[in-house]
């Protein structure tokens, strides 16, 4: 997913939700209490996983 934002000059900040506890409650927040990475918030929706289809749809890539 990293190559993928890169590679369309998307900005993003990586947080390690193993070692960060602020980045594994945010997450869990934002997932409904399911522990699922990569976790990706982009505005205010929510992609569990890496799909493509969703991803470039809320970028308007």
């Known amino acids: 997913m990293k190559e993928?934002?890169?590679?369309?000059?998307?900005?993003?900040?990586?947080?390690?939700?193993?070692v960060?506890?602020?980045?594994r409650q945010e997450m869990l927040t934002?997932?409904?209490?399911?522990?699922?990475?990569p976790t990706l918030k982009i505005g205010d929706d929510v992609v569990v996983g890496f799909d493509r289809a969703r991803i470039s749809e809320l970028l308007g890539l």
């Open 4 to 18: 993928f934002l890169s590679q369309h000059n998307v900005a993003f900040v990586e947080k390690n939700v193993a």
């Open 20 to 23: 960060d506890r602020e980045a």
């Open 30 to 37: 934002a997932t409904g209490g399911r522990s699922a990475v």
